[in-house]
């Protein structure tokens, strides 16, 4: 590492104008490769891409109906109206008109059984004529005889009454020929949409696949530029207040658009559109550049505080930048891998879209270290003497004394570093045993966390998109009717499956949780057009809660078809929730044991080589740990579930809180050899410390941005996120001293 950091050095201070102009050309190739990027925030595929439930739920949108091809325009005649009357089906056959009209060419061939628009004035036969009070009359007789048919009972709200044969809404369902791409299927909906907005008295609201992708798109193309923006002027000005220059800035500002510029270019060269290795863009997208922005403004802090300090001693600008990265440059490039590991241990994760983001910002801390390691010490190098010059001004102004040619750098005497030293002389033990308490708090929190899933989640609050979901789980439940999918595929012998289905069927309508009529299972049966793949659409209301319990309860019902041969299989959006909250519970206890082992590993790996002393790596780790268990102790503390993103945080808080403890104990050790345990922790405290609280403050501004967010779950990440930044700072002043103290004792009181 140090001959790694020693050439690095001949060649960026020894031509600093050579290496800025290769950051530049760098940066530019980067910014063309970030073209390359595709963003996709369809989530409605959820779950493994090995998972059964989910392989089911392809197979049945490929052989039979694929969602992403259905408009749903549903008339609402308001909580007191009622959509049955003379008056309500002719609107509804109005809508039906301008939606037919609309659609034109872009709905499929209708077939047998398999209309291009599907409502009750088709299916009541009133779609020819404008309907009389007779025939609403007429329409409630036929009504009852019909709505036992799961198509039927499907188009009508779930207040619907049978003996007064009212209701207040109905849906119109219109099919778009499968060959249309998603945007043109977009676009058919959107021009639903504009049509039916007049009409009437109703009030028709509009829903597909493509418009809800579209309402998560607007949050991120909204979102994302704004809260960047945000998040970056807040660590500006932070900065600006800590180092009081407005060279200072300017570097830190030209650090960050580049980092953020090659971690998009990365993605770009490694997404779809390039070698594939990761995939596209998602709504996540909004959160890579703003973590960057907080966590990738350390590297800057750190050089920076150390170079004006060596310039305080005295030292010209190109030595001072020099030794500033032989003083913290090792720290930095553990800092970057291991918290790129904390990251990139989300890659495991069972979501596709969230395995992508944690890699991005694993890439992203790898390319803000080496954004930062060229260009600060370039920077310095170049105009150092500015950078020294602003900085002995500033410390005349604050202290009042006059100019003596040569300052040494002295710790801080500030609360925090006398409160600091004092634990760590008198009470080393006292850190650790609080650390140790709250590990064990989250420990026990741990058993008592759920694990929600919500698409909705990723809909920003108070949109149209979210407005439309809420109204349609009000009058008919999760999208219009929940579902579950059975596909039925009979064995080679091609044996005669039909009383075996019969049986099945009955034994169906007597599972909890299947809608029954007339004590029937209300059961769609359809054929593929293809093959003999025969698919059961079944009426259900077990929800996410019952997913499980119906699938296994199905399974048992189904018995007498795979007793003949056949392959059965089981899906439902549900399902597919209810595994998806069971994999992202799984992966929560994955990601941490996986994170602390590897980071644990390496840094007694490097201490081992690097110091000879292994036990300095699992010092290192107590930041780390104790952030990890005062996310997991405040996600108990508030009620909070853990979601897509709240699951992987823990993980994420290890990686955050690494370089609090690396940094700490590499400026312990340096301080060693020339004093006694508690005066290096003093030194340790009042310089690095200083700047550990400087880089703490920075990356909090930016988490806090988050919680801003029309998101649920990106609020969650900031909040939760400001936590584990706080314990892990708290925990690097206070705990890890301590335990330095207790090493340095031990071991003589000096490295040996």
Not at 89 to 97: H, K, N, P, S, T
Not at 169 to 188: G, H, K, P, Y
Not at 475 to 485: M, R
Not at 716 to 721: E, N, P, S, V
Request: glycine share 10%; net charge negative.
């Amino acid at each position: 590492m140090a001959r790694i950091l020693e050439t690095l050095l001949a060649a960026v201070i020894g031509r600093p104008k050579s290496a800025l102009t290769a950051l530049l050309v760098v940066t530019l190739g980067f910014i063309a490769a970030a073209s390359l990027n595709d963003v996709e925030v369809d989530i409605t595929q959820l779950g493994r891409e090995d998972s059964v439930t989910v392989e089911t739920m392809t197979r049945v949108q490929q052989e039979f109906d694929d969602p992403s091809a259905v408009v749903q325009v549903i008339v609402d005649a308001g909580s007191d109206g009622d959509i049955l009357t003379s008056e309500g089906l002719a609107e509804v056959g109005e809508v039906q008109e301008h939606v037919a009209d609309e659609l034109g060419d872009d709905l499929r061939e209708p077939a047998a059984g398999r209309p291009a628009l599907l409502s009750l004035p088709v299916l009541l036969g009133l779609d020819e004529r404008t309907p009389t009070e007779d025939d609403a009359q007429d329409a409630g007789e036929r009504l009852r005889s019909v709505a036992a048919q799961p198509q039927a009972a499907a188009l009508i709200s779930g207040d619907y009454d049978a003996d007064s044969g009212s209701a207040r809404a109905t849906v119109i369902v219109a099919f778009l020929r499968e060959s249309l791409s998603e945007q043109d299927r977009t676009q058919a909906a959107l021009r639903v949409q504009e049509a039916v907005a007049e009409t009437g008295d109703q009030q028709v609201v509009v829903y597909s696949q493509g418009l809800f992708v579209e309402g998560m798109l607007d949050a991120v193309r909204g979102e994302a530029p704004v809260l960047f923006l945000v998040a970056l002027l807040a660590v500006l000005v932070l900065l600006a207040v800590t180092f009081r220059s407005a060279l200072v800035v300017g570097v830190g500002l030209i650090g960050l658009a580049m980092t953020v510029v090659w971690t998009f270019g990365l993605a770009g060269l490694l997404g779809p559109q390039g070698l594939g290795w990761i995939g596209p863009l998602s709504q996540l997208a909004i959160i890579v550049p703003i973590l960057l922005v907080g966590l990738g403004i350390d590297f800057a802090v750190h050089l920076m505080a150390r170079f004006r300090e060596l310039s305080a001693q005295g030292a010209a600008p190109s030595p001072a930048a020099s030794g500033a990265v032989r003083a913290v440059g090792p720290a930095l490039a553990i800092a970057a891998v291991t918290t790129g590991v904390g990251f990139g241990a989300t890659a495991t994760a069972p979501l596709p879209l969230l395995a992508t983001f944690g890699v991005q910002v694993a890439l992203g801390i790898l390319c803000a270290f080496l954004v930062m390691i060229i260009l600060v010490p370039a920077t310095q190098a170049l105009w150092g003497r500015r950078l020294a010059a602003a900085s002995a001004r500033r410390r005349r102004r604050d202290s009042g004394a006059q100019p003596t040619g040569r300052e040494s750098a002295r710790p801080s005497s500030g609360v925090l570093t006398r409160a600091a030293v004092r634990t760590a002389d008198r009470r080393p033990l006292a850190g650790l045993v609080v650390a140790l308490m709250l590990i064990g708090l989250a420990v026990l929190a741990s058993f008592r966390l759920d694990t929600q899933f919500d698409r909705s989640d990723f809909l920003p609050e108070g949109s149209d998109i979210e407005a439309t979901l809420a109204h349609q789980e009000e009058l008919f439940g999760s999208q219009i009717t929940e579902a579950t999918f059975v596909l039925i595929d009979p064995p080679d012998t091609r044996a005669d499956l039909g009383s075996a289905l019969d049986r099945a069927s009955q034994q169906v309508a007597e599972v909890e949780g299947v809608r029954v009529s007339g004590g029937e299972a209300q059961i769609m049966a359809r054929q593929a057009a293809e093959s003999d793949t025969l698919l059961w659409q079944i009426r259900t209301t077990a929800g996410d809660g019952g997913a499980e319990q119906l699938a296994e309860d199905l399974a048992a019902a189904l018995d007498p078809v795979t007793q003949q041969g056949a392959e059965v299989s089981i899906s439902s959006e549900p399902m597919v929730v209810a595994e998806m909250n069971r994999d992202l519970a799984e992966f929560q206890v994955r990601s941490i044991l996986l994170t602390l082992s590897i980071v644990t590993v390496l840094l007694m790996a490097t201490y081992r080589l690097w110091r000879r002393r292994a036990v300095l790596g699992v010092i290192a780790m107590i930041p780390a740990v104790t952030s990890a268990a005062g996310v997991i102790a405040m996600m108990w503390v508030l009620g909070i579930d853990l979601n897509v993103l709240s699951a992987t945080l823990t993980a994420m808080a290890i990686g955050i809180g690494v370089p609090y403890g690396v940094h700490v104990v590499n400026r312990f050790l340096q301080e060693l050899p020339m004093s006694a345990p508690e005066g290096a922790v003093s030194s340790t405290v009042g310089t690095t410390g200083a700047a550990l609280t400087g880089s703490a403050v920075t990356t909090l501004g930016a988490l806090l941005v988050l919680s801003w967010s029309a998101l649920v779950p990106i609020q969650t990440l900031g909040r939760l996120g400001a936590v584990a930044i706080v314990v892990a700072l708290v925990a690097g002043v206070f705990v890890t001293p301590g335990a330095l103290v207790l090493w340095a004792r031990r071991a003589g009181g000096g490295e040996s």
